[in-house]
């Protein structure tokens, strides 16, 4: 079975930082692209980051490029997503996803059960 679990979310001020982590187990990191997204109220979930799984690429939404950073360990099967100069515009629940496959292309198979990220001072 396979499950994704996020930590690190919580309250930041406005041009803080945090780290959220995806833990995955069940399934090596290397056999599917890992994503994370984010639903804002009255939003549409959207993604945020991807790393995919043979190479290692990184996709990152413009609205968070040069912010945000998306990082694996192996070993811990882990996948992080570091987060700088955050704004309220940030605000939402943020969720770890498994994709159908290597590429980031792929639409996402497992989910986490998300963490809450709010940017308010």
């Known amino acids: 079975q396979v499950q994704l679990v996020e930590s690190g979310g919580g309250l930041v001020q406005p041009g803080g930082s945090l780290r959220l982590s995806c833990a995955v187990r069940?399934?090596?990191?290397?056999?599917?692209?890992t994503a994370w997204f984010r639903q804002a109220p009255g939003k549409e979930r959207e993604q945020v980051s991807c790393?995919?799984?043979?190479?290692?690429?990184?996709f990152y939404a413009d609205s968070v490029k040069g912010r945000f950073t998306i990082s694996r360990d192996s070993p811990k099967n882990t996948v992080y997503l570091q987060m700088n100069s955050l704004n309220s515009e940030d605000t939402a629940v943020y969720y770890c996803?498994?994709?159908?496959?290597?590429?980031?292309?792929?639409?996402?198979?497992?989910w986490g059960q998300g963490t809450q990220v709010t940017v308010s001072s």
């Open positions: 790393i995919s799984a043979n190479d290692g690429s990184k």
């Open positions: 996803a498994s994709l159908m496959g290597y590429g980031c292309y792929q639409h996402p198979k497992y």
């Open positions: 069940g399934l090596p990191l290397h056999y599917a692209a």
